[in-house]
T-cell receptor
Framework: NAGVMQNPRHLVRRRGQEARLRCSPMKGHSHVYWYRQLPEEGLKFMVYLQKENIIDESGMPKERFSAEFPKEGPSILRIQQVVRGDSAAYFC???????????FGDGTRLSIL | KQEVTQIPAALSVPEGENLVLNCSFTDSAIYNLQWFRQDPGKGLTSLLLIQSSQREQTSGRLNASLDKSSGRSTLYIAASQPGDSATYLCAVLASGGSNYKLTFGKGTLLTVNP
């Protein structure tokens, strides 16, 4: 049973470009969570999605960031017009139910030139 | 707003030593508390999960305790080994309507020297 798969592992973008981060949850998990780890900071909750629905996006920056979890395919975290401050590690986690332990992927390291 | 603090931020010990990592949280209304391990460039590996009704959990050389009323948890590592070198993260899961949102501390960077 494969774990949470995130790709790409590393992503380099220039300022103003778009970044798309993908997350395939564990088999049987329909709840997905995105966290961001800024340099020298702890992981911060961004958004919680259940198939086709955004349940809580209280941790998402108000502009340029969006997330989706379509009926088919992986969850996508999209960052438009990236800036240097977006450089961070982005982690995805999944669980079978909201109050069950979350299983984490290896993260995507985003670097902005 | 829940805040999680981990002390110390970094710790370096010789192999074989027993050690304690500390975690404190400001809001005692938690569903559970987890300790994770994070290796450089890797994701998070769950080590121990303590439900709010429990006082401690053990796995091998690891023992985690929870004192919900005082907002504290400790992770005890016995007979440390160089392979234990990693960043250890403490995270609490809120109770009630937000029992899906993990709040993390900044971690303790542990180095075990051979």
């Amino acid at each position: 049973n494969a774990g949470v798969m995130q790709n790409p592992r590393h992503l380099v973008r220039r300022r103003g470009q778009e970044a798309r981060l993908r997350c395939s949850p564990m088999k049987g998990h329909s709840h997905v969570y995105w966290y961001r780890q800024l340099p020298e900071e702890g992981l911060k909750f961004m958004v919680y999605l259940q198939k086709e629905n955004i349940i809580d996006e209280s941790g998402m920056p108000k502009e340029r960031f969006s997330a989706e979890f379509p009926k088919e395919g992986p969850s996508i975290l999209r960052i438009q017009q990236v800036v240097r401050g977006d450089s961070a590690a982005y982690f995805c986690a999944s669980s079978p139910h909201s109050d069950q332990p979350q299983h984490f992927g290896d993260g995507t390291r985003l670097s902005i030139l | 707003k829940q805040e999680v603090t981990q002390i110390p931020a970094a710790l370096s010990v010789p192999e074989g030593e027993n050690l304690v990592l500390n975690c404190s949280f400001t809001d005692s209304a938690i569903y559970n508390l987890q300790w994770f391990r994070q290796d450089p460039g890797k994701g998070l590996t769950s080590l121990l999960l303590i439900q709010s009704s429990q006082r401690e959990q053990t796995s091998g050389r690891l023992n985690a305790s929870l004192d919900k009323s005082s907002g504290r948890s400790t992770l005890y590592i016995a007979a440390s080994q160089p392979g234990d070198s990693a960043t250890y993260l403490c995270a609490v899961l809120a109770s009630g309507g937000s029992n899906y949102k993990l709040t993390f501390g900044k971690g303790t960077l542990l180095t075990v020297n051979p």
